[in-house]
């Protein structure tokens, strides 16, 4: 019977282990628990405000219709009695809910909009019993709630990314064209696990439309409906360089370029030496090729390794050219750009800035 225990398919048994003890705790003749989650206030905390996101992924997956069976019922009864080794699990209780609500929890949960923008301290949502005979359910249900805190730090921290990136875009460009596209989600294989990746990639694309987080999309798409929330473009890793050899980088490069010529690729090229790369085999042997292509059709360089440098920079303005945009910067021809796709963080972020 234990081989068939999974937790999240049991919310009898998605609680930590004390947890289950304290409907034995309360006053006699209680009826209502009102509870409240908040980010709380901390002195010199690094954010002021938090993105609240994840609450409806939660309720929909794991809190709403019957949840409550018998099967699940006596799962966790022998369950706690093995990890206990004493009878601590309300089986009168999780029956009650089953025979009275149909398996349904009696709690009721009220929320600000999911996507607002929240100052620390306040309340982001309420848990209650709303029916007298089962205050024990509004913390029982604590533990899974209390889970909100990754969505919502990934949002939170993807909006201050957002917000230094308008700022600098605005200024060198004279627009907030594209931002929606500039900070590029690659964390799907960083993360503890699948659903990591699906609420950490959902919470990014509250800000931003760009990622190869899938897990994060289909999360949008089957939670929110919205039917596809990010995007991505065709890209090589480093396997699919190498497996070339050394002497035929260039011609690993010209693979990528002859099987995606239209529409943007992105090219990986520091697996040997990145500044050879760009100066003799993009910025020389291949350059045709890459001047062949257009905005929408552009090469996408990727140094992944490493501090983001200007030399990068430099290096292609001496192959390419540059033009100077509207407010006097630099812009590198529109058929080729740079993603950096290591060392980001908001602190690297704002010291290149």
Same mark, same amino acid.
């Given at each position: 019977?234990?081989?068939?225990?999974?937790?999240?398919?049991?919310?009898?048994?998605?609680?930590?282990?004390?947890?289950?003890?304290?409907?034995?705790?309360?006053?006699?003749?209680?009826?209502?628990?009102?509870?409240?989650?908040?980010?709380?206030?901390?002195?010199?905390?690094?954010?002021?405000?938090?993105?609240?996101?994840?609450?409806?992924?939660?309720?929909?997956?794991?809190?709403?219709?019957?949840?409550?069976?018998?099967?699940?019922?006596?799962?966790?009864?022998?369950?706690?009695? @093995?990890?206990?080794?004493?009878?601590?699990?309300?089986?009168?209780?999780?029956?009650?809910?089953?025979?009275?609500?149909?398996?349904?929890?009696?709690?009721?949960?009220?929320?600000?909009?999911?996507?607002?923008?929240?100052?620390?301290?306040?309340?982001?949502?309420?848990?209650?019993?709303?029916?007298?005979?089962?205050?024990?359910?509004?913390?029982?249900?604590?533990?899974?709630?209390?889970?909100?805190?990754?969505?919502?730090?990934?949002?939170?921290?993807?909006?201050?990314?957002?917000?230094?990136?308008?700022?600098?875009?605005?200024?060198?460009?004279?627009?907030?064209?594209?931002?929606?596209?500039?900070?590029?989600?690659?964390?799907?294989?960083?993360?503890?696990?699948?659903?990591?990746?699906?609420?950490?990639?959902?919470?990014?694309?509250?800000?931003?439309?760009?990622?190869?987080?899938?897990?994060?999309?289909? @999360?949008?798409?089957?939670?929110?409906?919205?039917?596809?929330?990010?995007?991505?473009?065709?890209?090589?890793?480093?396997?699919?360089?190498?497996?070339?050899?050394?002497?035929?980088?260039?011609?690993?490069?010209?693979?990528?370029?002859?099987?995606?010529?239209?529409?943007?690729?992105?090219?990986?090229?520091?697996?040997?030496?990145?500044?050879?790369?760009?100066?003799?085999?993009?910025?020389?042997?291949?350059?045709?090729?890459?001047?062949?292509?257009?905005?929408?059709?552009?090469?996408?360089?990727?140094?992944?390794?490493?501090?983001?440098?200007?030399?990068?920079?430099?290096?292609?303005?001496?192959?390419?050219?540059?033009?100077?945009?509207?407010?006097?910067?630099?812009?590198?021809?529109?058929?080729?750009?740079?993603?950096?796709?290591?060392?980001?963080?908001?602190?690297?972020?704002?010291?290149?800035?």
């Amino acid at each position: 019977h234990v081989g068939h225990f999974t937790v999240n398919a049991n919310i009898t048994l998605s609680r930590q282990s004390f947890g289950i003890t304290h409907y034995k705790q309360y006053p006699p003749n209680i009826s209502k628990i009102y509870s409240y989650f908040e980010c709380r206030r901390k002195k010199g905390s690094q954010f002021n405000e938090v993105v609240f996101f994840g609450l409806q992924y939660l309720l929909k997956k794991y809190l709403t219709g019957p949840v409550v069976t018998e099967e699940k019922i006596q799962e966790a009864k022998l369950f706690y009695q @093995m990890h206990f080794k004493q009878v601590v699990f309300d089986e009168e209780g999780w029956r009650k809910v089953l025979e009275k609500h149909d398996g349904r929890l009696p709690i009721r949960i009220k929320a600000v909009a999911e996507g607002r923008i929240i100052p620390r301290g306040n309340v982001l949502f309420t848990v209650e019993n709303t029916d007298p005979n089962f205050y024990w359910l509004t913390n029982y249900i604590e533990t899974m709630l209390v889970q909100m805190w990754y969505p919502i730090t990934v949002a939170t921290i993807s909006r201050e990314f957002k917000k230094i990136l308008a700022k600098h875009l605005k200024a060198t460009t004279g627009s907030l064209e594209g931002l929606d596209l500039k900070l590029h989600d690659f964390g799907y294989r960083g993360v503890s696990s699948q659903e990591s990746a699906a609420l950490g990639g959902a919470a990014h694309l509250v800000n931003f439309c760009s990622t190869d987080t899938v897990a994060g999309l289909l @999360m949008a798409q089957r939670y929110y409906g919205c039917p596809m929330a990010g995007f991505s473009i065709p890209a090589a890793e480093h396997s699919t360089i190498i497996s070339w050899g050394r002497s035929r980088e260039k011609e690993a490069f010209e693979r990528v370029l002859d099987q995606f010529s239209t529409g943007p690729v992105s090219v990986v090229s520091d697996s040997y030496d990145i500044f050879n790369a760009c100066k003799h085999i993009w910025g020389d042997k291949l350059k045709e090729r890459v001047m062949e292509r257009n905005q929408d059709s552009c090469l996408v360089i990727r140094p992944d390794s490493g501090d983001p440098t200007e030399t990068l920079i430099e290096i292609l303005e001496e192959c390419f050219g540059c033009s100077l945009n509207s407010v006097g910067y630099k812009v590198l021809p529109s058929y080729l750009r740079i993603i950096q796709g290591d060392g980001i963080g908001l602190g690297s972020i704002l010291q290149e800035v």
